[in-house]
Each structure stands twice: as structure tokens, then as C-alpha cells.
């Protein structure tokens, strides 16, 4: 049994790009964030995505505004979830946000509808019980540049109706996803099992001073022939968001590496606003970053 209405539950970066994807594949898509300011940025942002589907995907304005049309905005979770059959939540990394989250969404959520989180680097097993209904929760996790990055994770716990995992895979296919079944629980599933010890020597050599992040990208682009850098990658991803896992990193292992990393990000990055490209500007300014100058990898 498919799904007829969906609620995206934070607008962020990742946020807005599901709710935008799902909205473009036709579904009804109910956008929920803290207040008005927030889901005012969401907009923003989906308008930037636009002409990326014009190029990506071959897009066309009519079928962009369609897709918009089919999207409502909503700072009420209540009236956000009042009709859906799935909701996707894609709210900050933290422990603490989600577990408040799910407390309050299980108050107001339909008896039918299905949770799923797009938590990059958390289980399902640690918000199963708090969402009140574990058989129908689990995880979806999609890459950044949804609508060409096109992976969606599926990952469930111990307690996951076999049923709703199949369902919610069935679902990522109709949204144009490529779905992977992840077989049992795993920090980061299988993306970010690689992406994140990857992004994560990238800032160590930053932190430690060991290389500028321009000579970083520069190495892996040419060394491997990838079209991103980690810094680009970074970027992407957001400041915050990998500041969010380093920090959870740090606390939970006590490594001092990680916390020196959590560090120069907050204090280098975070504190003066370089939040990534969405902001303008994060490790590279936008919308002209370095990495694009056609004599970036020349000698």
C-alpha cells in the first residue's frame, strides 16, 4: 500500500531538498519547521534548488512550480502531520532535538503514520521507544543533492514491522531513489560509514596545521580525479552538521583529536558565520569558490 501524503519535519539543507524531491515526484508534501522565519529560508532554499533540476534533470519551469504548488508550509506540528502517511525527519544531529521531537510528534501524530528519520550518524534503536509506536519507525537517509546523489538508506531496529520496511522502501523508489537495504543497525549506515572517516582526516589535517584546506582539496581531486575535495564535500554537508558529529565524537570517546576539531570549527567557522555554501560562505565563498577556477589543479 502506497503512501498519499507526506510530512517533512525540519527544512534545513537536507530537509528542504527531500521535501522538494518528493513534492517534484508528485506527492502532496507538508513542510514543518519552528517558526515562520525558518520555513521563510526553507522556500529560499527550494527556489535555489530549482535550477538544478533545470540542469540536472532537464526540468522545466511548469513542472518546478507544479511542485512547489503541491507543498505547504507549516510552523504548527499538529496541523503539519494531521494527514500524513509518512513523515520524514530531517531535524538537527543531536540527540536531545530529536528525543523532544518524537516526544511531542507521538502526541499528535495519526495512528497510521509511519516515522522515519533522515539521522545520518544515530540509530533507530535510540528513539524507537519515545516515538510510541517502534514497529513503525525507522530510518531513511538520503545524500546531499538528492535529486542526482540519488541513494536512500533504509535501516530499521530490532522491533521495525518487516511490513513498514518494505513499504518505505517501495517508497523511496517512487521519489526517483535508488533504495538500499541496510541489514542491521550501523552508526552512519553505509554512506557515512565511509563519508565521515573521510571528511573527518580532512579537518584533522586542517586542525593540526598540517596542510591549508585549498592544498587538501587539491590533493584528493588530483590524486583520485573526484570532482569535490572534502572541504567542497564539507560545504555541502554544512559546518554545523559536522560540527554536530565531531562534537557528539568528542564527548562520547573523549579523544582530544575530535574535540580539536569540534573546536577550530566552532570557533574558525561557526562563530563568524561561515556555515557552509548555503551561507555564502563556509570553507570556500560562494557562489565562485575556488575549487570551480579552471586553474585550481594546475601547478
Not at 532535538?97 to 522515519?116: G, M, N, Q
Not at 517502534?134 to 538508506?153: D, Q, R, S, V
Amino acid at each position: 500500500m502506497g503512501f498519499n501524503h507526506i510530512t517533512v519535519a525540519g527544512s534545513g539543507v537536507l530537509g528542504s531538498q527531500i521535501a522538494f524531491q518528493t513534492a517534484y515526484k508528485g506527492y502532496p508534501v507538508s513542510v514543518y519547521d519552528i517558526n515562520d522565519e525558518a520555513l521563510e529560508k526553507a522556500k529560499d532554499r527550494i527556489r535555489e534548488w530549482m535550477p538544478y533540476y533545470k540542469r540536472d534533470l532537464g526540468a522545466t519551469d511548469e513542472q518546478l512550480q507544479a511542485a512547489f504548488a503541491r507543498m505547504s508550509f507549516y510552523s504548527d506540528l499538529a496541523e503539519a502531520v494531521k494527514d500524513a502517511d509518512l513523515i520524514i525527519e530531517a531535524v538537527p544531529e543531536r540527540t536531545d532535538i530529536k528525543t523532544d521531537f518524537y516526544s511531542r510528534l507521538a502526541k499528535v501524530a495519526p495512528e497510521k503514520t509511519i516515522f522515519a528519520s533522515n539521522s545520518s550518524t544515530l540509530l533507530p534503536s535510540q528513539f524507537a521507544e519515545v516515538t510510541g509506536r517502534p514497529e513503525k519507525y525507522l530510518h531513511l537517509h538520503f545524500a546531499n543533492e538528492i535529486w542526482k546523489n540519488n541513494t536512500a538508506e533504509v535501516m530499521g531496529h530490532e522491533g521495525t514491522d518487516p511490513e513498514v520496511f518494505d513499504r518505505v522502501m517501495e517508497f523511496a523508489k517512487t521519489i526517483g531513489m535508488v533504495a538500499l537495504a541496510v541489514r542491521k543497525e550501523q552508526p552512519g549506515y553505509i554512506l557515512n560509514s565511509l563519508l565521515v572517516p573521510f571528511l573527518n582526516a580532512a579537518q584533522a589535517l586542517l586542525a593540526n596545521d598540517v596542510a591549508d584546506v585549498e592544498t587538501i582539496d587539491k590533493t584528493w581531486m588530483l590524486a583520485t580525479g573526484a570532482p569535490n575535495g572534502p572541504f567542497a564535500i564539507l560545504d555541502i554537508v554544512g559546518v554545523t552538521t559536522a560540527y554536530n558529529i565531531i562534537q557528539a565524537e568528542a564527548q562520547a570517546t573523549h579523544n582530544p583529536d575530535a574535540q580539536r576539531i569540534a573546536d577550530m570549527l566552532k570557533t574558525e567557522y561557526i562563530d563568524k558565520g561561515k556555515l557552509g555554501r548555503a551561507a555564502g560562505e563556509g570553507f570556500y565563498k560562494y557562489p565562485d569558490p575556488a575549487f570551480l577556477d579552471p586553474d585550481f589543479l594546475k601547478a
